[in-house]
């Protein structure tokens, strides 16, 4: 099923829906609708007015709480601007009332609702620290509607769900089908997070099946969060316990009229409510303040209900809830949970199978025989010790690999280490490296290899005697057998025809036609190069770099220049024949910078002048592509036509192509991109060039793209221990077999991602190995092995893999799995088979690793509860689900990115980090908490900035304070602020400097340049800022965050039943 795809007719968000007197709508479809408590919620995601989220008169609301919460009042922070001041309900985001509204912040404990006590199954890990006290969930879920009705009929045996066809699918989204119609509209399961995972007791099978407590099933271990929540609609207070674990069923409920007592097996009270709860006006909007009358676009109150907008009268049978998005995971929460539990202390990875900080953490990584996560990040640091148990978890088993990441300064580079004409010490059989999980045996003379248990001699110059635990007595002063990453220098064997590799060269060619010329593109490249140049990477501690340069310019025919020290001028040779390519001249075309500096600039002067009165609008790809290459090997052959076949020669080359297009229409960016794709290069695109907007961009990334540091004629291995093994690749690169990735190029932010599958059992005593060797020149010339080590646990219970899984890796591989799937598959089924996946995998946990519990519940895995969330975005991104404005070259554009982005990249570009600026103190040094991606979150009066490594938005709100407008954009009015604008003015105040410092610091964060964009409020421009809002629905018809929550659960229960 199409998650995302267009809905049949069901009524609209803003309509009244079936079965819900009160929107005095008596049938749909031509069927007789039932009768229902009254609801007063409208638009889930439209510009409905009147969207309220008020809770019932006397029922409080405790929200995400580090703490119990004491029965007394909370004020908001002194300073704190009210947020979330409007609902998706209101009209483009205006205030609801002339009161601020203030929403409380989500640690801070208020309200007086008891908390039932809570105990859970015992988590061996817990990645993300100690688990939360038993208030943080909201009582919000207690009391959600599941069945749309009273139930008219006796509900399926095992299933806590009215008759599955009470009620139109919970989105427009999402066809109306099975047991998921059974969701009110904008409704969810309930879910909790119990015994590391989300869990809530069973609907109580004595009542009408209409709500769920949430507390996590009954067993020892710490306390985790509990739920608890208004009456059930139609139960009186004999009724069971909302926070009663593992409630024993009774059988099947009868249909009774709505607002009939109810009784049900004895147990502790639920939470009394009084009809007016001290300490906070009645909730809107996700904010405090006045609540409001009766909206519009409503029929009249369902007689003897009270109104919300009025006086609290006598306790009355509750409305359905929509579901509260504070009750459901955030990422937000997450993320600040990781910082706070693991960012003080060193992440050590001297323990093997250890999970790692959030990518989003700043932690500090001290080596001690494990590969940083910097270079290597798994989906599971514990795997199945079988493959039928990995077949049934579902769960992939992958590694993302980035062998040249760049450290932090705090990080030493890994050692060198040089083991002279011999070479490094390597196992006979597997070929595997000297590492520190090899076992020295026979008082050290021989080996036992980790990986393939082949027995090898130690060469004598090696031999070291052993202490009396079995280690060499120099472990500690050999990086080799004491660290997870260090390089060897490579010996003669190790290069190309037995000879060692030339330095580097960088070849730049340029386009001279007629639009390039034009647009001021040649004369801003030219002038750029000049100082570039002297930026060219250098190895450690080199005074000038090694790396040559030559200079190309192109239209229908090829330039080569002459820019030898001797000569006074530069010389120009012209290729007309691109049929058959080569290069008119060897000498004095690869030159030094620093002894060609004079005629280099004499030639960047006059590249500009030459072609200034150019008409020639046609260019050239491909022979440009194979003239850099023939320049390379300086070897004549015939041009072979096809990109696969020109890639291919490129790599054999060690000739890698980094790509900087700028198109004004259709380019065909798929094509275009293979050679880069292939050879390990990096593909840039600016549409639409305009030398006074874009200039900025397109020289950061070039001086970036110029100045970093690359491994080039590179081949990667990756070896396992017996029992599993490499079987599939993702990333920019070239294989020729199946077991060597070739990077013609490397540079510190491409990642290779590596899947694994069982060949044999594993064994939990000795756990799994992986090993990656990369074999690169370096940019002074010199061969290298970069070798990283990583030691895995293997499990036999299913619990164990659940509770090491790292869901941003996870996540990663997916998106760059459903990538290449769009190649060679409709999207339908890529998409479907991604949802498949996900509910198989929470599935299996909910079947061998949860409590006992009904059906009604969600329940999901610690480490695994962001899944959902991240994989929605995923499904809804622009390659998946593109919109309308979507061209075919922007989708191909971000499917080679994606390729090989690391997990950090993916993460911030698939759930992107919004940021309030108004709300931190001026004077803070700190980046503002980022808050959740949705425009629920948003308010008027507040400026935001939104980043996902490509794109870098600052949304501002109609209401902001003039004082505010004034020191950003040195305008005196909201209406004076230019939309689009993509620079800052420079302005001498705290918050000026503050905002422009945080862009820097954010670009500073990112491989890429990202371009600002200045969006106000109710612009045009804002259909695209809120195209980023992933929590939200999307314009392309993808589903919000909830709606997804709900279609996957109907996904789990349909596997489980």
Known sequence: MNVNQSAPPVPPFGQPQPVYPGYHQSSYGGQPGSTAPPTSYGAYNGPVPGYQQTPPP???????????????????????????????????????????????????????????????????????????????????????????AVAPALPPVGLGYGPPTSLASASGSFPNSGLYGSYPQGQAPPLSQGQGHLGAQPPQRSAPP??????????????????????????????????????????????LPPGSQMTGPPGPPPPMHSSQQPGYQLQQNGSFGPARGPQPNYGSPYPGASTFGSQPGPPQPLPPKRLDPD????????????????????????????????????????????????????????????????????????????????????????????????????????????????????????????FCSCINDVPPQYFQHLDHTGKRVDAYDRPELSLGSYEFLATVDYCKNNKFPSPPAFIFMIDVSYNAIRSGLVRLLCEELKSLLDFLPREGGAEESAIRVGFVTYNKVLHFYNVKSSLAQPQMMVVSDVADMFVPLLDGFLVNVSESRAVITSLLDQIPEMFADTRETETVFAPVIQAGMEALKTLFQPQTGAYQTLAKECVAQGCCVDLFLFPNQYVDVATLSVVPQLTGGSVYKYACFQVENDQERFLSDLRRDVQKVVGFDAVMRVRTSTGIRAVDFFGAFYMSNTTDVELAGLDGDKTVTVEFKHDDRLNEESGALLQCALLYTSCAGQRRLRIHNLALNCCTQLADLYRNCETDTLINYMAKFAYRGVLNSPVKTVRDTLITQCAQILACYRKNCASPSSAGQLILPECMKLLPVYLNCVLKSDVLQPGAEVTTDDRAYVRQLVTSMDVAETNVFFYPRLLPLTKSPIESATEPPAVRASEERLSNGDIYLLENG????LWVGASVQQGVVQSLFSVSS????????????????????????????????????????????????????????????????????????????????????
């Open 210 to 255: 209409q709500a769920s407590s949430f507390t996590s099933p009954a067993s020892g271990g710490p306390r985790m969060p509990s739920m608890t929540g208004p009456l059930l609609p139609g139960q009186g207070f004999g009724g069971p316990s909302v926070s009663q674990p593992n409630h024993v069923s009774s059988p099947p409920p009868q249909a």
């Open 58 to 148: 006397g029922v409080s609301r405790a929200p995400p709480s580090s703490e119990a919460p004491p029965a007394s009042t909370a004020q908001a922070p002194c300073g704190q601007a009210a947020y979330g001041q409007f609902g998706q309900g209101d009209v483009q985001n205006g205030p609801s009332s002339t009161v601020q509204m203030q929403r409380f912040p989500g640690s801070q404990p208020f309200g007086s609702v008891p908390l039932a006590p809570v105990v859970s199954q015992p988590a061996v890990l817990q990645p993300f620290g100690p688990p939360p006290t038993s208030a943080q969930v909201t009582g919000q879920l207690a009391g959600m509607q599941i069945s749309g």
């Open 327 to 450: 009750a459901i995971p955030s990422p937000i929460q997450v993320i600040e949970d990781d910082r706070n539990n693991r960012g003080s202390e060193p992440f050590v990875t001297g323990v093997r199978g250890q999970v790692p900080p959030l990518v989003t953490t700043n932690f500090l990584v001290k080596d001690q025989g494990n590969a940083s996560p910097r270079y290597i990040r798994c989906t599971s640091y514990n795997i199945p010790c079988t493959s039928d148990m990995a077949k049934q978890a579902q769960v992939p088993l992958a590694a993302v690999i980035k062998p040249l990441a760049r450290l932090p300064p705090e990080e030493a580079s890994p050692y060198v280490v040089d083991h002279g004409e011999s070479g490094p010490l390597r196992c006979n059989r597997c070929k595997a490296y000297m590492c520190p999980f090899m076992q020295f045996i026979e008082g050290g003379r021989r080996f036992q290899c980790c």
């Open 974 to 1057: 909201f209406s004076q602020i230019t939309s689009g604008l993509s620079v800052l003015p420079v302005l001498d105040n705290p918050l000026s400097k503050k905002v422009r410092g945080l862009i820097d610091s954010l670009r500073a964060q990112r491989s890429r340049y990202m371009k600002l964009i200045v969006v106000k409020q109710e612009d045009k421009l804002e259909m695209l800022f809120k195209h980023f809002l992933v929590e939200d629905k999307s314009l392309s018809g993808g589903a919000s965050y909830v709606d997804f929550l709900c279609h996957m659960h109907k996904e789990i229960r349909q596997l489980l039943s």
């Open 950 to 953: 490509l794109n870098l938005f």
